[in-house]
């Protein structure tokens, strides 16, 4: 309570939301990582319309390494920093407050489970792409298109549509 008497007195003062500058923060790294990644898709050349799963694999994987020399020591907690780490908590606990934990997990219990080791900077676990309940996506910063956010066990992840690639993730985000 002291906390958020606090809290309000420094946003009444003209002080900085810290939730928002957090981020904020986080919001600069992802823009700057789709700015990258934009380039390195452009470099490649374009897929010409085909029914070939083999070419569309091709440029996918041409993709993923090119975005993986880009970032060779990529590391967890780049995007999701330690203070970003606990917003996204803090957000996720607030949607599953009361009633909505019970509908949220139920919803990711009734998906396709997905579950398995993840690692930055290597592919999406080749697992299916489990949907995220609205609910929380609601309560999580908005995102460029060329990311999303997806659930495999208790990891909440940071994914590169384009490349099928894990770009950060929390471990033990979802309760």
Known sequence: ?????????????????????VVERF??????YVRQ????????PQLKPTDS????????????????????????????????????????GIAMDGKSEKRLLRSLSNAEPATGPVKVNDPY?????????????????????????RIVGHTLILRDVHANLVVDFIAKAIP
């Open 53 to 92: 799963r083999d070419a569309i694999v091709q440029r996918d994987v041409a993709l993923q390494r090119l975005i993986q020399q880009y970032r060779p020591n990529a590391q967890q907690g780049e995007f999701f920093s330690p203070a970003i780490t606990v917003e996204f908590r803090r957000l996720i």
């Open 1 to 21: 309570m002291i906390a958020r008497i606090g809290f309000l007195l420094a946003l009444t003062q003209g002080g900085v939301n810290p939730h928002a500058a």
């Open 27 to 32: 919001k600069d790294r992802v823009a700057e």
């Open 125 to 149: 676990p080749a697992i299916p792409l489990q949907s995220m309940p609205p609910t929380l996506l609601a309560n999580l910063p908005a995102i460029p298109s060329e990311l999303d956010y």
């Open 37 to 44: 990644t934009a380039k390195i898709r452009a470099a490649l």
